[in-house]
């Protein structure tokens, strides 16, 4: 089982946003409060040491050329790094952006995986 949060709107790629990258779309924009900004970065550094960044050990996996639409997911079972999700969930709830819990069994065409989380494309429709 994996775990995504994600804007319930795609993006112009077709994307639906992960948390992170509404985040850091908010700070973008100067849109976080200094407090804000100083979680997002403490708990950027925290996932950064934690958790593998895939495009570290694959740089093609977010190439847009190739993987236009790839995509991360919790594995269920990483469970400690899920639950530090909820200060950045707050802060998009703060600011109204939509931000929703999508679980599945099959997220797309797995390009990449670690004991936490895969990247994934997803299938095509239609």
Partial sequence: ???????????????????FGLINALAKHGRLSPEEERFRVEHHAWYHA?????????????????????????????????????????ILAAHQVACVRVETTDPGNVIYEDPHQV?????RTG
Avoid at 10 to 16: F, Q
Avoid at 68 to 80: C, D, L, V
């Fill in 50 to 90: 934690n958790l593998i960044d895939p495009s570290d050990v694959d740089p093609r996996v977010y190439d847009r050329d190739l993987n236009p639409q790839a995509t991360a997911w919790f594995k269920t079972s990483a469970g400690h790094l899920v639950t530090r999700l909820t200060g950045y969930l707050e």
């Fill in 1 to 19: 089982m994996y775990v995504r949060y994600q804007s319930p709107t795609p993006n112009a790629r077709g994307v639906h946003p992960g948390v």
């Fill in 119 to 123: 990247v994934v494309v997803p299938y």
